[in-house]
């Protein structure tokens, strides 16, 4: 195995550690029905947080070492597309979606009860819209990488 096929083998086995988790993110904490469950589906979401932090990196250094191996892929139109979405989409963390999560943290950890408030559903719809956005970036990027349409 060559030094640039190990880096591939990384690079994938890092799309799937980081952006697997990321697309049940949402999923997670839709399914709680009282407040209990929400901040149990909310504690789990970070912690799957986790695994996507350190995938993404790794795809995003393994991705550029590729390119700087093979520097041609910095000619094609696929790898730049791709490169240029998913340095957007790690962006959205700190830019959109962390002003968003701020609010449903505080409103978790200061509701008592069990009930959900309406709040949240309001907020969380917001969150996820974002997020939502983020996952289609991704699958895009996903996609280039497979079919290397140009």
Do not use: C, D
């Not at 998913?86 to 008592?112: D, Q």
Request: no cysteine; hydrophobic share 50%; charged share 15%.
């Amino acid at each position: 195995m060559t030094f640039y096929e190990l880096l591939l083998f990384v690079h994938i086995f890092s799309a799937i550690l980081g952006l697997g988790p990321g697309f049940v993110m949402i999923y997670v904490v839709k399914q709680a029905t009282n407040m209990t469950q929400l901040k149990h589906a909310y504690n789990i979401r970070n912690r799957l947080h986790i695994f996507v932090m350190v995938g993404g990196t790794l795809l995003i250094i393994t991705g550029l070492w590729m390119g700087f191996i093979n520097t041609y892929l910095f000619t094609t139109g696929w790898y730049v597309t791709s490169l240029t979405l998913y340095l957007i989409a790690l962006a959205f963390g700190p830019l959109v979606l962390s002003p968003r999560s701020k609010p449903v943290k505080a409103l978790l950890k200061e509701h008592e009860g069990e009930e959900i408030p309406a709040e949240y559903y309001t907020l969380s719809k917001r969150l996820f819209f974002y997020e939502r956005i983020e996952n289609v970036i991704f699958l895009i990027v996903i996609a280039l990488m497979i079919v290397k349409p140009f």
